[in-house]
C-alpha cells in the first residue's frame, strides 16, 4: 500500500481523476475514468510553455507555469461534468530524488513478528532514508541547506529468514528484512505545485515520482520483481533510475534533454526554435526528405555525442551498483528520436559499465501499458508515457485493488 | 589560458560549445552565482570530460557557495582523495550489493541498514538560584528584543540582467487636428506659424547698350509706275562685310512712280525710264559707330522687291555711337527672390524653433512660406548695379510631441516586445525622419508620414517590488533559487545581515528588503 502525504479525498467520483506533468517545454494533463480496474485515459490536454519556465524542474516562471497547467486541464476536462478533480501531479529529475532503503534486523527470538514492529522498524527506515536524501541532494547540488518533504513512499518487499512474504505479522522469524522505496522533493517546489492545485481548484491526492509510477505500472505487464533500467530522456533532463526486485534503488539526473536537442537543431539550421522543434518531430516520426533527415541528423550529432558521454558519466554515479541489468528501458518525448536507439545500441559506451551481459533497449509506448487504455486516440506519443503511468499511483491509493 | 565569464542560464551544452570552440588548450570558467551548472554535479564533470576529450585543461572559478563545494568534490574525486566522502557506497542505506552475478535468481539487492547513532552527550551540572536564573532571562530576553528591533535582519540583493538590442521603425502619421491612436498609428500634430519681413540685394549681372545713334538721309528709288508711300519707321538695310546694319525712316513721304524718258532719235526702238526719287531723314536702328557710313551706299528697301525700291546714303551719316553698362537681368530677379525666400524659410525655422515647446518637435520639410507682400526697386532691362527685393512671408510649420511618439512606440511595442520584456529607458534613441512628399508619402504644414526608428534594449519585466513579493519570508536557498531563475539573468548577489543563527530567512517585511536591478 503507497504512503502519500496527501490522501484520497472524497470526490463526486471516485472513479475520475486527473494525472499532471509539468516538464520543461509543456504541461501535460490526463483525465481517467478507472473502469473495472482498468485506467481508461477520457481526455488530454497538452500546453506549450515557454523556453525557461522551468528550470530543472523546479518552476521560476510560476505564472506562466499555472496557466500553462490550467489549459492543459481545460483541455483534457472540457467534456467532464465534475469541476473538483482528484489530481496526481508528477515529479521528475532533480526534483525528485528516490531510492529504496532495506533494513535487516535479527530479532535474536523466534516470536511472532507484530504490527507494531514493523511500523517501528518502517519508520526507522525512513528516517535513515530521509537522512540518505538529504546526503544526496547535497552531494549533488553543493548545497546542504536545501528542505527536503517525503512525497512517496512503499514497501518493495518483506523476507522473513530470507523467504519472501506478503504477510508478516502473526508469522514467526529470527530475522526481518523490509524494502521500503522513499521519495523526496524539495519543500519549496510541493509547496508551489500545492499552491497551484489550490489556485485551479484541483483536489490534490499525491504528488508521486514518475518514476515509480511507471515502474508500478510496468510491474504489471513484466514481472512483480523486476530487474531494469530506465532512462527517461525528458524535456531538459535524463533521468535513469534503477530497478531491482521491482524497487528504484536509485536514481541520477543527467541535465540533457530534447530541449537540447531542438536548440542544437534550431542552431545549427538557423531557425527559431518553435520551428526546429517541428522540425524535429517531423523528423522523429519520419516525415522530412532524405536531404532533410540527413540535415537534422548532422545538427543533432555533436548533442548527441555529449548527451552519452553524459549517460556514461551518470552510471559511474551509481558507484553502490556492482553489476546493472542489461534491459533498458526507454521513455519520454525524446526517445522517438531514431538516433538515440541507434546510438546507443550500437557505440562502445557500455564496455565501461559492469552490465550483467550486453544491455538491450527497449522502448515503452502506451499501448504496452496493459492497466491503461486511450479512449481519446490522442495519448499515443511517448511523451504521454509518463503522465499516463502516474494512474498507477491512484491504483496504489485505492488499495492496489486494480492490479 | 583563456577566461571565459559564464552566464547564469548558460547550461551544459552552451558552455561545451563555447569550450569546443576556443582555440587555447586551456580555459579557465567563471561561473556567477546561482549558475545553472550547479543545479547538479554532473554538469561540471561532463565538463571536465568534454575539455579532456578536446585536449583542454579546465579550471573553474566561482563564487557561488554551493558551487564551491561542488567543485571541492570534483577535485577530491579526480585526485582519487577520499572518494568516499561522497560516494553513496558510504551511507549504510545505500550499500546496494547486486547478487545477480552469483546467484541469477536474486537480481534483487540486498541492503544492510545501520541506524546512525548520536554521540552520547552531558551538560555541566551549574547550580543557580533561581532567584538569578529569572533576572537572567529577562535581561537576555531585554536584549534580544532590543537587538531584533534595532538590527533586525535585512536581506539585500543586487541583480543583474542582461538586456538584448532592440531596433524597430515603424511608419506612422501626424496629423493636425488628429487624436494619437494605435490602431491607425497615428499621432496628434499642430501648425506653428509665423510672420517675417526682410529684404535681399542682388548685384546687377546683365548688361547693356547705350549711345546715339547716327543720322542723315536716304534716298528711295521708286521703279514701279506707281508712286509709293513709305511711313515714318520703314528700314532699309545695309550689308557689308557679312553683317546688316538697318537704319529707320525718322519721316514719312511719297516717292512718285518712274517716269519715261523722251525717246532717242538714234534709237527710237529703246524705252528708257527715270525712277522717282525722294530723299528721307533717318537714324541708324541702333546706337554704334559702325552705323557712320558715308554717302552714296546702296541699301535695300524692307520689304521690298529691289528691282521696284531701292536705297542711297544721300548724305553721309554721323552721329553714332555708343557704350556697354550694367543692367538688371531676368536671372537677377529670379535669384533674388531665391534667395529671400531661402533666408526667410530659415529665419522662419529658427523663429519657429524658439516658439517649441519643450517637447515639442518641428517636422523638418513641412514648412510652407505664403508671401503678403512683395516688391523688386528695379525691373528688368534697367540700367543699374543691383536690384533689391523686399518680402514679407508668412510661414507655418508641423509640429509634433516627442511623448505622442514615445507613448505610440509603448502601445505598438506589444507587437514587437518579447512576452516577459519590456523596453529599457537606457540608451534608447528615437530617430523620427519624415518621409517627404512622394507617391506614397504625405509631408504638408497639416499632415506628415514619419518613419520612427527606435533603437533601444529590451529587459526582463521585473521590478523591485515584484522581486520582494518573491522573496518575503524564504528561506535562503529558496530565495538564491528565485533570483537564480529571473529570467535573462546575468548576476545576483544576496545577503542577510546580520547573519544570525536560526534566523537565515529572508523578513516577511518588505521594507526590511532592498532590491536593486541593474540592466546591463
Known amino acids: ?403 | 589560458m583563456v577566461d571565459v565569464n559564464l552566464e547564469i542560464h548558460d547550461d551544459v551544452i552552451s558552455v561545451i560549445n563555447k569550450i569546443k570552440d576556443l582555440n587555447d588548450a586551456g580555459v579557465s570558467l567563471n561561473i556567477p552565482e546561482g549558475s545553472v551548472l550547479f543545479d547538479n554535479i554532473l554538469n561540471l564533470k561532463l565538463l571536465k570530460k568534454e575539455a579532456d576529450k578536446s585536449g583542454k585543461t579546465l579550471s573553474f572559478q566561482t563564487e557561488d557557495l554551493a558551487g564551491q563545494n561542488l567543485l571541492t568534490m570534483l577535485n577530491e574525486e579526480e585526485g582519487g582523495n577520499n572518494v568516499q566522502d561522497f560516494s553513496i557506497n558510504e551511507t549504510p542505506t545505500e550499500t546496494v550489493t547486486s547478487l545477480g552475478t552469483e546467484t541469477p535468481q536474486s537480481g534483487r539487492p540486498r541492503r544492510s541498514f545501520t541506524v546512525p547513532k548520536m554521540p552520547a552527550m552531558t551538560l555541566p551540572q551549574v547550580a543557580f538560584s533561581k532567584k538569578y536564573l529569572v533576572i537572567a532571562a529577562v535581561v537576555l530576553f531585554v536584549l534580544l528584543g532590543v537587538f531584533l528591533l534595532t538590527r533586525a535582519p535585512k536581506a539585500t540583493a543586487k541583480i543583474v540582467v542582461n538586456s538584448s538590442p532592440l531596433t524597430k521603425s515603424v511608419t506612422i502619421k501626424a496629423i493636425v487636428g488628429s487624436a494619437t491612436d494605435p490602431t491607425t498609428k497615428t499621432i496628434r500634430a499642430t501648425t506653428l506659424s509665423t510672420d517675417l519681413s526682410d529684404s535681399v540685394t542682388e548685384t546687377a549681372t546683365g548688361t547693356k547698350l547705350i549711345g546715339k545713334t547716327a543720322k542723315g538721309s536716304i534716298t528711295i528709288y521708286n521703279k514701279t509706275d506707281a508712286e509709293r508711300e513709305f511711313k515714318k519707321g520703314a528700314t532699309l538695310s545695309y550689308k557689308k562685310d557679312g553683317t546688316t546694319l538697318k537704319f529707320v525712316l525718322t519721316e514719312t513721304a511719297t516717292v512718285p512712280a518712274r517716269t519715261q524718258d523722251d525717246p532717242d532719235p538714234l534709237h527710237p526702238e529703246t524705252i528708257t525710264y527715270t525712277s522717282g526719287q525722294t530723299d528721307f531723314k533717318a537714324e541708324g536702328a541702333a546706337v554704334g559707330t559702325d552705323y557712320n557710313i558715308t554717302s552714296g551706299k546702296s541699301l535695300d528697301v524692307d520689304g521690298k522687291s529691289a528691282s521696284d525700291f531701292s536705297g542711297k546714303t544721300a548724305t553721309d551719316f554721323t552721329g553714332g555711337a555708343s557704350q556697354t553698362v550694367k543692367a538688371i537681368a531676368e536671372a537677377d530677379k529670379t535669384k533674388a527672390a531665391t534667395e529671400l525666400l531661402n533666408t526667410l524659410t530659415s529665419k522662419g525655422e529658427t523663429t519657429l524653433k524658439s516658439k517649441l515647446g519643450s517637447d515639442q518637435k518641428l517636422i523638418a520639410g513641412s514648412l510652407k512660406v505664403t508671401p503678403s507682400t512683395q516688391s523688386f526697386n528695379h525691373l528688368v532691362g534697367d540700367q543699374a548695379d543691383s536690384i533689391t527685393l523686399t518680402q514679407t512671408v508668412t510661414i507655418q510649420g508641423l509640429t509634433y510631441f516627442q511623448a505622442d511618439v514615445e507613448g505610440l512606440l509603448t502601445k505598438l511595442s506589444d507587437g514587437f516586445v518579447p512576452d516577459g520584456y519590456v523596453l529599457s529607458d537606457k540608451d534608447k534613441q528615437i530617430d523620427v525622419q519624415a518621409l517627404g512628399q512622394t507617391d506614397t508619402s504625405v509631408l504638408t504644414s497639416t499632415q506628415a508620414d514619419l518613419q520612427v526608428t527606435i533603437k533601444t534594449y529590451i529587459v526582463p519585466n521585473i521590478t523591485e517590488d515584484t522581486i520582494k513579493d518573491q522573496l518575503a519570508g524564504k528561506s535562503v536557498d529558496e530565495a538564491k533559487r528565485i533570483l537564480g531563475g529571473i529570467k535573462n539573468i546575468k548576476t545576483y548577489e544576496f545577503s542577510i545581515n546580520p547573519s544570525i543563527p536560526f534566523l537565515q530567512k529572508v523578513p516577511k517585511d518588505k521594507n526590511k528588503i532592498f532590491v536593486t536591478i541593474e540592466r546591463n
Open chain 1, 1 to 403: 500500500m503507497l504512503n502519500l502525504p496527501f490522501g484520497l479525498n472524497k470526490s463526486s467520483d471516485p472513479f475520475k481523476f486527473l494525472t499532471i506533468d509539468i516538464s520543461a517545454d509543456s504541461a501535460k494533463c490526463l483525465a481517467f475514468y478507472n473502469e473495472n480496474g482498468v485506467n481508461k485515459i477520457i481526455g488530454v490536454g497538452k500546453q506549450a510553455m515557454e523556453q525557461n519556465a522551468i528550470r530543472s524542474g523546479s518552476i521560476v516562471e510560476y505564472d506562466q507555469v499555472e496557466q500553462a497547467v490550467e489549459d492543459a486541464v481545460m483541455q483534457a476536462t472540457e467534456d467532464l461534468e465534475e469541476r473538483s478533480h482528484q489530481t496526481i501531479i508528477g515529479v521528475s529529475g532533480d526534483m525528485c530524488l528516490g531510492h529504496m532503503t532495506t533494513a535487516r534486523v535479527v530479532r535474536g527470538t523466534g516470536a511472532p513478528v507484530t504490527q507494531k514492529e514493523l511500523a517501528e522498524l518502517s519508520k526507522k527506515i525512513i528516517d535513515s532514508s530521509f537522512a540518505e536524501a538529504n546526503n544526496k541532494i547535497a552531494q549533488i547540488t553543493g548545497n546542504s541547506d536545501i528542505e527536503l518533504e517525503l512525497i512517496t513512499s512503499t514497501p518493495v518487499y518483506t523476507k522473513l529468514d530470507e523467504k519472501l512474504t506478503n504477510q508478516a505479522v502473526g508469522v514467526s522469524a529470527e530475522t526481518v528484512e523490509l524494502a521500503i522505496y522513499a521519495a523526496f522533493s524539495p519543500t519549496y517546489h510541493v509547496r508551489n505545485l500545492q499552491r497551484l492545485s489550490k489556485k485551479l481548484g484541483l483536489n490534490l491526492i499525491a504528488i508521486g515520482s514518475e518514476m515509480y509510477a511507471l515502474i508500478s505500472v510496468l510491474k504489471k505487464v513484466k514481472t512483480k520483481h523486476l530487474d531494469c533500467i530506465i532512462m527517461d530522456i525528458g524535456s531538459d533532463t535524463t533521468d535513469i533510475g534503477i530497478v531491482f526486485g521491482g524497487g528504484i534503488v536509485s536514481t541520477r539526473t543527467l541535465s540533457i534533454g530534447g530541449k537540447h536537442f531542438t536548440e542544437m537543431v534550431s542552431q545549427k539550421m538557423g531557425i527559431t526554435y518553435k520551428e526546429a522543434d517541428n522540425v524535429k518531430k517531423s523528423y522523429a516520426l519520419g516525415k522530412l526528405t532524405k536531404s532533410e533527415s540527413l540535415i537534422v541528423q548532422s545538427s543533432l550529432q555533436d548533442v548527441l555525442d555529449i548527451w552519452l558521454d553524459g549517460i556514461e558519466l551518470t552510471f559511474g554515479e551509481f558507484t553502490g551498483v556492482k553489476t546493472f541489468s542489461p534491459n533498458i528501458y526507454l521513455v519520454g518525448g525524446s526517445s522517438q528520436l531514431p538516433d538515440i536507439m541507434e546510438l546507443v545500441s550500437k557505440e562502445p559506451w557500455t564496455h565501461s559499465i559492469p552490465f550483467k551481459n550486453p544491455p538491450e533497449f527497449y522502448k515503452i509506448g502506451l499501448d504496452e501499458l496493459t492497466s491503461i487504455t486511450d479512449a481519446t486516440g490522442r495519448a499515443a506519443t511517448p511523451d504521454f508515457v509518463l503522465p499516463a503511468s502516474l494512474s498507477g499511483i491512484y491504483d496504489e491509493l485505492r488499495g492496489g485493488q486494480n492490479g
